[in-house]
């Protein structure tokens, strides 16, 4: 890490805190040369995860891949890269989360649907289609009505409700 100030390579760290999420590190420093202290961010990587193919092929954790698979799912979709960083964050703090050094990779797109889900819905059901092996296309139509449905079905329950109250009102008079 170079010191800012006059550029030498060499600093001592004086204090390191981890960020609530577990993400990032950061870290207080002192040039070793000019004592000019400085602070950096540096992302925890989660380097002791292997992750299991279906085929039975192991590989480590990459978050470049991670990456990759969720930018096609979001592909031509509107978000900030801080959006798309807390995005990719909160499914590795999942990973985390299962305190294992070993993950099946269908764990993993489990876990990238459940925060896709609520993230861009189209994309969701890009990842979904790719991902997740559907029985059938029955079952993938199933999950996408229930999908678009859902909101719609509540507003309608709780506007026949307040039509019901309204009579109910009218009758009283
Ligand atoms: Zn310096």
Known sequence: MHCPVCN???????????????????????????????STLEEVELLD???VKRDGHREAYAREKLERG??????????????????????????QRRKTSELRSSDVG???MNRLKFFDKVAYIRFASVYRSFEDVKTFQDELAGLLRAPRKTTAHVERRMKRKKKE?????
């Open 8 to 38: 030498h390579s060499d600093s001592r760290v004086i204090d390191s805190r981890l960020s609530p999420d577990g993400t990032f590190v950061r870290r207080r420093r002192e040039c070793d040369h000019c004592e000019y202290r400085f």
């Open 70 to 95: 969720l930018k096609k799912a979001l592909e031509k979709r509107s978000y900030t890269d801080a959006d798309f960083r807390s995005l990719v964050h909160a499914i590795e703090r999942d990973i």
């Open 169 to 173: 009102k009218k009758k009283k008079k």
């Open 110 to 112: 489990e876990m990238v």
């Open 49 to 51: 995860v292997t992750v």
